[in-house]
């Protein structure tokens, strides 16, 4: 009886994006050994772009991990491509190591250059930056030795650093992405930062023309201001306030249109200075 040879298959638990992977090392590999063999600079560019247009996807998918962080992810995908870029255009393939071992760490590098200078929402000094890089980098370590947060002065003297620079540096947490408005106050009552935040207090505008009139008022004798307080305060009728301070009606209406006048001309001149 003949036994035929059956051709293998691949694993059934392989998913499609490992299948994708391997077929992408694979492609990576087979480009790498062509390059050793390029004997021209015109074949060894286009073996260049090919490796770069093979690997895009390792590119976008370690601009991914930064995601909510501040920067956008196209912008993100952007700098990882350059850093794919320059991998590919950099790496030498009598070395002995493959491509990704070489091609990640270059692409993270300038990720995380990015970060450092493009990321900060308020700019402060590089060295402050690369505190808090170290800073974030220890913490874990002292956190388990300590078995509680590092106080600054602990952290200054596992790094050899100054206390006041720790300082600077814990101050600075956040100035890379500033909290949300609408994230907790921390306060008793529950509420968000927007509820504290102060809004435009129309009340200053009606303070300031108080003010101004106040002071024009203050100019006027005692007669002519009881005029206008028994006028447009309590509300008297020119005939009542003639009544009072023995004048004619008409008299009083003609001292009440001059008084409005000196105050209108009194009013559009600046404060002077105390």
Not at 93 to 112: I, K, N, Q, W
Not at 246 to 272: F, H, K, M, N
Request: with cysteine.
């Amino acid at each position: 009886m003949t036994t035929l040879a059956m051709p293998p298959h691949p694993p059934h638990d392989a998913s499609p994006a490992q299948a994708e992977r391997d077929e992408r090392a694979r492609r990576t590999a087979s480009i790498v050994d062509e390059l050793q063999r390029a004997t021209s600079d015109a074949a060894r560019r286009e073996l260049v772009d090919e490796l770069i247009a093979t690997n895009v996807a390792v590119a976008r998918s370690l601009a991914a991990r930064y995601r909510n962080r501040g920067i956008d992810v196209d912008d993100l995908e952007q700098v990882a491509l350059v850093g794919l870029v320059k991998a590919a255009r950099r790496f030498d393939p009598f070395a002995g190591h493959d491509f990704m071992s070489y091609a990640v760490p270059t692409v993270r590098g300038e990720l995380r250059r990015h970060f450092r200078d493009s990321g900060w929402m308020i700019r402060v000094p590089r060295s402050v930056q690369q505190l808090q890089s170290r800073i974030r980098a220890s913490q874990h370590e002292l956190e388990a030795l300590l078995g509680r947060s590092p106080r600054p002065s602990e952290i200054a003297v596992h790094l050899g650093a100054d206390p006041d620079d720790v300082v600077e540096a814990l101050a600075a947490d956040g100035c890379f992405r500033p909290a949300s408005i609408d994230s907790s106050a921390g306060d008793q009552h529950g509420g968000t930062i927007a509820d504290v935040l102060g809004g435009e207090d129309r009340g200053f505008a009606s303070l300031e023309a108080r003010l101004v009139l106040d002071s024009a008022v203050g100019r006027l004798t005692e007669r002519d201001r009881q005029i206008l307080r028994w006028r447009f305060v309590e509300e008297l009728t020119q005939r009542e306030i003639a009544g009072l301070v023995g004048l004619t009606q008409a008299q009083v209406s003609r001292t009440i249109t001059r008084l409005l006048a000196r105050l209108r001309t009194d009013l559009s001149e600046p404060l002077s200075a105390a």
